[in-house]
């Protein structure tokens, strides 16, 4: 995944103060605490929600044991497991009440930068960096199921 990003003149003052240019090493430094990298991609499952119920069932997720699914309406249908608990992330109490947990798909971290362009002033810079995805987990196969 390649992302653009201008980094402001309070950044690069802090870094400026010992150097005259930009270099990679700081740029990713500066990068991973800005953007905090690695971080966690998540998804909202909708617990209560007959699409998401017939998406985890396609997915194959219920035959894993990660989650069983009500074949009658009721809320709510999906029910996460034992198995499923390593992979729940903090859920706020308000998407708990409709039903919605958020689980975790993997990690993105920072992979590496590729260019590096100061402006004219010196005082901001536009960054190319790439990224990449790590410690997939069962449920990563919800970002590509059939809605």
Partial sequence: MKTTIILFAALLLVVACSKP???????MNILEAEKRYPRTVDYDLYCADPTHARK????????KGLLTVQRTQGAPLIQLTETAKPYL????EKYKAIYVQKIKLADEVLEAIQSIAL?????SATVS?????????PFNVL???PH
């Avoid at 240019?21 to 740029?27: C, G, H, I, V, Y």
């Avoid at 992330?89 to 706020?92: D, E």
Wanted: no cysteine.
């Fill in 89 to 92: 992330l903090p859920t706020p």
């Fill in 143 to 145: 970002r590509t199921a």
């Fill in 129 to 137: 960096y790439s990224t990449r995805y790590t410690d997939f987990t």
């Fill in 21 to 27: 240019e930009l270099d990679k090493s700081t740029a």
């Fill in 119 to 123: 402006s004219e002033d010196g005082k």
């Fill in 56 to 63: 985890v069932l396609e997915a194959g997720l219920e035959e």
